[in-house]
T-cell receptor, first 112, second 115 residues
Framework: TQLLEQSPQFLSIQEGENLTVYCNSS?????LQWYRQEPGEGPVLLVT?????EVKKLKRLTFQFGDARKDSSLHITAAQPGDTGLYLCAGRGSSNTGKLIFGQGTTLQVKP | SAVISQKPSRDICQRGTSLTIQCQVD?????MFWYRQQPGQSLTLIATANQGSEATYESGFVIDKFPISRPNLTFSTLTVSNMSPEDSSIYLC????????????FGPGTRLTVL
């Protein structure tokens, strides 16, 4: 069974600080996705990383896929209160059945 | 990407009753899924809804408790049967067009409270 360990589970920081969320597994994933979810809504896709070592940037968010495609990180620079939410990483195995395996989630609170 | 709507958005139900949740996608999708989520926590896959055939359930979930239908490529229902307070949760419908790296998108969820 493929598992994704996401850390930290909770993060409360001040506006302007930087933070990193980690997703780790002992399994290889064909791709990994990061989602952000706000209360009362479904998760919204932020990015998909596919290639080992790949780095993608989305404004102040930087996503990295590990060289071995077993881990990923999300780094937020100069966090803002609008970044508050639940961040979820989700990996897709090599099978084309295509089930997403979700990490435990990171609840981020950015205080003004 | 496609837009998913769910009905109802929330409900409060009595123990022992059943609730059917509807999921409508505004375009055809290859795959549809049903998830359960406790507020602030991660998603647990209940089953993959297969068009015209029985859903594929994950370990810990059974058809008698969570019957699923998917009559076409844009619609699915999930029924939570014989509910107990432990079934109180958010139920999310999800869809994906194609396989592999394609985006998987989610409905807004149905918040269920069982008294």
């Amino acid at each position: 069974t493929q598992l994704l360990e996401q850390s930290p589970q909770f993060l409360s920081i001040q506006e302007g600080e930087n933070l990193t969320v980690y997703c780790n597994s002992s399994s290889v994933f064909s791709s990994l996705q990061w989602y952000r979810q706000e209360p009362g809504e479904g998760p919204v896709l932020l990015v998909t990383v596919v290639t080992g070592g790949e780095v993608k940037k989305l404004k102040r968010l930087t996503f990295q896929f590990g060289d071995a495609r077993k881990d990923s990180s999300l780094h937020i620079t100069a966090a803002q209160p609008g970044d508050t939410g639940l961040y979820l990483c989700a990996g897709r195995g090599s099978s084309n059945t295509g089930k997403l395996i979700f990490g435990q989630g990171t609840t981020l609170q950015v205080k003004p | 990407s496609a837009v998913i709507s769910q009905k109802p958005s929330r409900d409060i139900c009595q123990r022992g009753t059943s609730l059917t949740i509807q999921c409508q996608v505004d375009s055809q999708v290859t795959m549809m899924f049903w998830y359960r989520q406790q507020p602030g926590q991660s998603l647990t896959l209940i089953a993959t809804a297969n068009q015209g055939s029985e859903a594929t359930y994950e370990s810990g979930f059974v058809i008698d408790k969570f019957p699923i239908s998917r009559p076409n490529l844009t619609f699915s229902t999930l029924t939570v049967s014989n509910m107990s307070p432990e079934d109180s949760s958010i139920y999310l419908c999800s869809g994906r067009q194609g396989f592999s790296y394609n985006e998987q998108f989610f409905g807004p969820g149905t918040r269920l409270t069982v008294l």
